[in-house]
C-alpha cells in the first residue's frame, strides 16, 4: 500500500519537474548576476570616458582663444553699441557685453538679442560665424522684434552707386537712426549660411503709404557664385515685385531668383547688349533688367522721367517710374516670423 501511494506521488510531480527546469533553462541567464567586467575592460571604459571629457575640455580652451585673440586684436571692450530709446530723441550709449571672465560673447543676430531681453531698436554688434569677426548692424526691435537690417533707403545721402568691393565689404555710417547703408555681401551671406532665414522689405511712398513683402527661403551664395539670389514663397501687401510681378512674360525677363549680383564694374545681368548696373547706378540682382530695385537713383517727390526706369523702384506698388522715399531690407528666423508682421519701423 505505502509503496503504491509512493509512485503515485512520483507521477504526479514529473510534470512539475519538467516545468522547473524549462524555466530554469529559459530564465536562468536573465536572473543570474551579470558577470564582472575584467581589470583591462574597466580600464578601458574609464580611459573611453576620460576622453570624451578631454576632448570637451579642448574644444572649450580653444573657443576661449578665439575670443581672446578677438578682444586684444579689436579692442572691442572699449567700443560701444548705440542703442534709440523710444522714450527719448538723443541715442543712448550701451557697453557691449562682457562675461565674467572678460570675455566679449557676441549674439548671432538681432533675434538672439532680442531673446535675450533687448527691446530697442538700435546699433548692435553681432557674431554670426566663429571663424569671422563681429560686426554691427541696426536691430529693428517693432513689428515682433529680432530683425536685422541689411539695407535702407530714406534720405538720399549716401551714394549707391558703387563698384563691386564696396558692396562686397558694405558702405555706408551706421550711426544715426536714419542712415543709409548697405551691410555688405559677404556680411549677408554669413547672416544667412544657416538657411531657414525670411526677408520682409518695408516700403513707404512720399504720402506716407507703407506696404511690405515677405519672402521666406532667403538665400544668397558666396562671392564664388556672384552672390547668386535665391528666395521662397512671397507673402504681404507690396506685391511679388522680386518675381517680376504677375505678368508671365515680365517674369522671364524680371524675375530675380536664381540671379546673380552686378555691379558696375562686373556686369553678370542677362541683358545681352547693356549693363543694367550701369544704367541703374548702383549694385543689384539684374535680370534684363528688374521690376524691383532698392538700391537705385534716389529721387525726391517719387514720379521722376529718363533714359532708365533706375530709381527706388518697386513696380507691383508704384510702377517702374515712382522712386519711394523709404525701403528697408531685414531677415529673421522663419521660426521667429508671428502674425506680428505689418508696416514695420519707418519714421
Known amino acids: 500500500m505505502h509503496q503504491t501511494m509512493t509512485n503515485r506521488l512520483c507521477q504526479m510531480n514529473i510534470p512539475m519537474i519538467q516545468l522547473l527546469l524549462l524555466l530554469f533553462l529559459f530564465l536562468g541567464p536573465f536572473c543570474s548576476p551579470a558577470p564582472r567586467l575584467s581589470k583591462k575592460e574597466e580600464c578601458l571604459l574609464e580611459n573611453s570616458k576620460l576622453q570624451k571629457k578631454l576632448k570637451m575640455l579642448q574644444d572649450l580652451f580653444q573657443l576661449c582663444e578665439f575670443q581672446l585673440k578677438d578682444l586684444l586684436g579689436n579692442n572691442y571692450h572699449r567700443r560701444k553699441s548705440i542703442v534709440f530709446s523710444a522714450r527719448k530723441m538723443v541715442p543712448l550709449d550701451i557697453f557691449l557685453p562682457i562675461t565674467s571672465g572678460s570675455l566679449l560673447v557676441y549674439d548671432q543676430d538681432c533675434a538672439m538679442l532680442f531673446n535675450r531681453g533687448k527691446r530697442e531698436s538700435g546699433y548692435y554688434r553681432i557674431k554670426p560665424r566663429q571663424d569671422r569677426e563681429p560686426f554691427l548692424v541696426y536691430c529693428d526691435m517693432s513689428?515682433?522684434?529680432?530683425?536685422?537690417?541689411?539695407?535702407?533707403?530714406?534720405?538720399?545721402?549716401?551714394?549707391?552707386?558703387?563698384?563691386?568691393?564696396?558692396?562686397?565689404?558694405?558702405?555706408?555710417?551706421?550711426?544715426?537712426?536714419?542712415?543709409?547703408?548697405?551691410?555688405?555681401?559677404?556680411?549677408?551671406?554669413?547672416?544667412?549660411?544657416?538657411?531657414?532665414?525670411?526677408?520682409?522689405?518695408?516700403?513707404?511712398?512720399?504720402?506716407?503709404?507703407?506696404?511690405?513683402?515677405?519672402?521666406?527661403?532667403?538665400?544668397?551664395?558666396?562671392?564664388?557664385?556672384?552672390?547668386?539670389?535665391?528666395?521662397?514663397?512671397?507673402?504681404?501687401?507690396?506685391?511679388?515685385?522680386?518675381?517680376?510681378?504677375?505678368?508671365?512674360?515680365?517674369?522671364?525677363?524680371?524675375?530675380?531668383?536664381?540671379?546673380?549680383?552686378?555691379?558696375?564694374?562686373?556686369?553678370?545681368?542677362?541683358?545681352?547688349?547693356?549693363?543694367?548696373?550701369?544704367?541703374?547706378?548702383?549694385?543689384?540682382?539684374?535680370?534684363?533688367?528688374?521690376?524691383?530695385?532698392?538700391?537705385?537713383?534716389?529721387?525726391?517727390?517719387?514720379?521722376?522721367?529718363?533714359?532708365?526706369?533706375?530709381?527706388?523702384?518697386?513696380?507691383?506698388?508704384?510702377?517702374?517710374?515712382?522712386?519711394?522715399?523709404?525701403?528697408?531690407?531685414?531677415?529673421?528666423?522663419?521660426?521667429?516670423?508671428?502674425?506680428?508682421?505689418?508696416?514695420?519701423?519707418?519714421?
Open 143 to 347: 513689428d515682433g522684434g529680432g530683425w536685422t537690417v541689411i539695407q535702407r533707403r530714406c534720405n538720399g545721402k549716401e551714394n549707391f552707386y558703387r563698384e563691386w568691393l564696396d558692396y562686397k565689404e558694405g558702405f555706408g555710417q551706421l550711426q544715426g537712426k536714419n542712415d543709409e547703408y548697405w551691410l555688405g555681401n559677404d556680411k549677408i551671406y554669413d547672416l544667412l549660411f544657416n538657411g531657414g532665414i525670411s526677408l520682409k522689405i518695408d516700403l513707404m511712398d512720399w504720402h506716407g503709404e507703407r506696404r511690405y513683402a515677405i519672402y521666406d527661403d532667403f538665400q544668397i551664395r558666396n562671392e564664388t557664385n556672384n552672390y547668386r539670389l535665391w528666395f521662397g514663397i512671397y507673402s504681404g501687401t507690396a506685391g511679388n515685385a522680386l518675381s517680376g510681378g504677375s505678368n508671365f512674360e515680365s517674369q522671364w525677363s524680371a524675375s530675380l531668383n536664381g540671379m546673380p549680383f552686378s555691379a558696375p564694374d562686373r556686369d553678370h545681368d542677362r541683358f545681352l547688349t547693356g549693363n543694367c548696373a550701369e544704367e541703374n547706378k548702383c549694385g543689384w540682382w539684374f535680370n534684363r533688367c528688374h521690376a524691383a530695385n532698392l538700391n537705385g537713383r534716389y529721387y525726391k517727390k517719387g514720379t521722376y522721367s529718363g533714359p532708365f526706369d533706375n530709381g527706388v523702384v518697386w513696380s507691383t506698388w508704384r510702377g517702374l517710374w515712382y522712386s519711394l522715399k523709404y525701403t528697408a531690407m531685414k531677415i529673421r528666423f522663419q521660426s521667429f516670423l508671428d502674425g506680428e508682421s505689418g508696416n514695420g519701423e519707418i519714421n
